[in-house]
């Protein structure tokens, strides 16, 4: 069966810049672009269906190729504390929640730097919001929680204790103890029901596609339990997972497990990014450091023996430096390197040398108001270096790293464009040199991500590329106001060259 698309603007490629005002699609793949005439041609020949959307434009599909699909899912069920401004009102949204539900209280998105006290919330003050249900909440950057009393002494490992992720004093939940807590909270028939609602959502942001990280035995069930139409997804394992996984002695690409992904440091947020230098703010410390070295290199080797990739979080300075080391005495080239947040000229070039794919997240400039006190006007200049990643990196791609930030790739491109400057943001003043244009963000958000997915075939709309494309009313690349791109509404979503989402109305 051929699927005939036709459009005044149908964008074939970002780089080099290619239009078409039609497309036919067959076995899921585009076949053609080109002269509509031809296309009506062939729908009406062989049988089939045409889509003439008139003066609408059809771009590529999105890509976000590093997002939490659970912890995602679980916002469904969650207290968004995004926007609160006190410990108090954390409180108040968290007993009114409580109020309506039963089973644990969680609440998640809550910056200590955006509250008045400016300091963290602990147990003390969710005990009084319950002192009979599991209360947890979680900051904004996902690598530090609070949990009450209650969920302290009944639900939490003593092996957390004993590895000093988990402060009983103050019921602070460090790292990737955070997400062994969450994982108790949900039972897998119940994560399989908010997958389905969230991949919906997913589709109605223009997403095609996506990688899983973090992803664990029970996330993995889920998803392959239901088969109803949602962005394709290659998924990475955490470590534990990942362990399991290769003593089933499955090849790469079973159920979509493509490989692992690997905690090496922390946050900025909540200052267990390692860094080389101590914190501007807190001259006490210069963050953690998650895993060492040599299980780092074992985690990666047996991973690349067993021809899977790996994906390892570097969002400090010294954590970059330990992975590129790790990369370059193991051999390890064209592999993953999640965030780079703060880059140093000289890391620039191992970066070119290693033929590193990264994945970051321009979303983070809008959201680290904080950073020039963080880490100080030395250090703003290696702070979310787009522009120089994409020219020193074998592949650059965009994502959300929801539910850390918005899953919306508008976001991630405008943030990419402007780099907080309507904001007016310090961070714009001292990095304005890194700033990128909408065509060559949107590339990064499509084909740019694609690669670091080490995925050939998708990301445009070449003949021989899967038909993943979205509908839009305006043309992203006439904007000349980046504030422009949130006004644009995506109408229809198509994977793999079906119809996966459409708005209402349409």
């Not at 069966?1 to 497309?23: C, E, W």
């Not at 908010?194 to 997403?207: A, N, Q, R, T, Y």
Request: hydrophobic share 40%.
């Amino acid at each position: 069966m051929f699927t005939g698309v036709v459009a005044d603007n149908i964008v074939l490629s970002y780089k080099p810049l290619v239009y078409a005002r039609s497309i036919l699609i067959h076995d899921g793949r585009v076949v053609y672009a080109g002269d509509p005439g031809f296309v009506e041609k062939v729908v009406n020949l062989f049988g089939g269906d045409l889509y003439d959307y008139g003066s609408k434009t059809i771009i590529p599909g999105f890509i976000d190729p590093h997002i939490h699909i659970d912890g995602l899912a679980l916002e469904e069920k969650i207290v968004d504390l995004r926007n609160t401004g006190s410990i108090k009102e954390i409180k108040e949204l968290l007993k009114k929640y409580a109020e309506k539900t039963m089973g644990w209280i969680i609440g998640r998105g809550w910056d200590q730097e955006k509250l008045v006290e400016k300091r963290y919330p602990t147990r003390r003050d969710l005990d009084e919001v319950s002192s009979t249900r599991p209360v947890y909440i979680i900051r904004v950057c996902g690598h530090l929680a609070v949990a009450n009393t209650l969920l302290l002494e009944k639900y939490i490992d003593r092996e957390l204790f004993n590895r000093k992720l988990v402060d009983p004093v103050n019921g602070l939940v460090y790292e990737d103890a955070v997400h062994k807590i969450l994982d108790k909270s949900l039972a897998l028939q119940e994560l399989e029901k908010l997958l389905k609602k969230i991949m919906e959502k997913i589709l109605s942001m223009g997403i095609t596609g996506l990688g899983w990280v973090s992803a664990n035995l029970q996330g993995l069930l889920a998803i392959n339990r239901f088969t109803e139409r949602k962005p394709w997804t290659r998924i990475y394992l955490e470590p534990n997972t990942f362990s399991q996984w290769l003593e089933l002695g499955l090849p790469p690409g079973t159920l979509g497990v493509d490989g692992v992904k690997i905690l090496l440091d922390g946050s900025l947020g909540a200052r267990t990014a390692l860094l080389t230098k101590p914190y501007k703010d807190k001259p006490d410390t210069v963050g953690t450091l998650n895993i060492d070295p040599e299980k780092l290199e074992k985690i990666i080797v047996d991973a690349r023996n067993n021809r899977y990739h790996v994906a390892v979080h570097a969002i400090g300075d010294k954590a970059l430096d330990i992975l590129l080391k790790t990369y370059h005495e193991t051999g390890c080239h064209g592999e993953r390197i999640e965030h780079a947040s703060l880059v140093r000229n000289d890391q620039l070039e191992k970066i070119r040398e290693l033929e590193t794919h990264i994945v970051t997240q321009p979303g983070f400039i809008l959201s680290d108001t904080w950073i020039m006190e963080r880490i100080g006007l030395e250090r703003i200049k290696w702070a979310y270096r787009i522009k120089s990643l994409a020219k020193h990196s074998k592949a650059l791609g965009f994502s959300s790293d929801a539910p850390v930030e918005p899953v919306n790739p508008w976001r991630n491109i405008y943030a990419a464009v402007s780099r907080g400057e309507y904001e007016e943001l310090e961070i714009s003043r001292y990095t304005i040199e890194e700033k990128i244009g909408i065509k060559e963000a949107l590339y990064h958000h499509t084909r740019g991500s694609a690669k670091t997915l080490y995925i050939e075939d998708r990301g445009c709309l070449e003949p021989g590329y899967w038909a993943d494309f979205i509908v839009v009313d305006r043309n992203p690349l006439e904007i000349m106001d980046p504030r422009e791109l949130y006004k644009i509404s995506i109408l229809e979503t198509w994977v793999n060259g079906e119809k996966a989402w459409s708005r209402q109305g349409i």
